[in-house]
């Protein structure tokens, strides 16, 4: 069985504070990417990474595929309270179409 | 353009009762994907379509569940009968490819 595990599972931080998040799985994957939900909202997909190494980076984001293409993390600079929701990762088996999503981490960024 | 439409966005009914959740896909993408998320267990995919195909139903807790896709802009998640521990949001999701996916908002269900 293919899991991913996300850490932390909650964060609650304060405005201007930096974090990172990091995503973990056994399974080698083709791709990954990261998606946040807002509350009452579906998730809405934020990046793709897709080769091992890679860094990409979105405004105050920055993602980060292992060389292994088993793990990944999503720093977050200056976080501010629109920062605030779930984060899930999810990743692309080889040879198949589905994903297989994350744990998720709750992140709360209070003013 | 318009995003993954899903109906109702509520539903709450009795246990016992039968449920139809319905979702009409982004234009274009050939992939339609069910999804059910709970706080104890996170988002769990239940059935994917490529071309109005079923592909995957692994993901389908039992035969009370089934779900059909008659054409590529119409799809439907039916529970019958419905039990409280259905009790969920069920997001569906489009994709051109199957791997970047696109959800919609989402309908809320509580089964009392």
């Known amino acids: 069985t293919q899991l991913l595990e996300q850490s932390p599972q909650f964060l609650s931080i304060q405005e201007g504070e930096n974090l990172t998040v990091y995503c973990n799985s056994s399974?080698?994957?083709?791709?990954l990417q990261w998606y946040r939900q807002e509350p009452g909202e579906g998730p809405v997909l934020l990046v793709t990474v897709v080769t091992g190494g890679e860094v990409k980076k979105l405004k105050r984001l920055t993602f980060q595929f292992g060389d292994a293409r088993k793990d990944s993390s999503l720093h977050i600079t200056a976080a501010q309270p629109g920062d605030t929701g779930l984060y899930l990762c999810?990743?692309?088996?080889?040879?198949?179409?589905?994903?297989?999503f994350g744990t998720g981490t709750r992140l709360q960024v209070f003013p | 353009d318009a995003g993954v439409i899903q109906s109702p966005r509520h539903e709450v009914t009795e246990m016992g009762q039968e449920v139809t959740l319905r979702c009409k896909p982004i234009?274009?993408?050939?992939?339609l994907f069910w999804y059910r998320q709970t706080m104890m267990r996170g988002l769990e995919l239940l059935i994917y379509?490529?071309?109005?195909?079923?592909?995957?139903d692994s993901g389908m807790p039992e035969d009370r569940f089934s779900a059909k896709m008659p054409n590529a802009s119409f799809s439907t998640l039916k529970i019958q009968p419905s039990e409280p521990r259905d009790s969920a949001v069920y997001f569906c999701a489009s994709s051109p490819t199957g791997h970047e996916q696109f959800f919609g908002p989402g309908t809320r269900l509580t089964v009392l």
């Open positions: 234009s274009g993408h050939d992939y």
């Open positions: 379509f490529n071309n109005n195909v079923p592909i995957d």
């Open positions: 399974s080698v994957f083709s791709s």
């Open positions: 999810a990743g692309a088996p080889w040879n198949t179409d589905k994903l297989i």
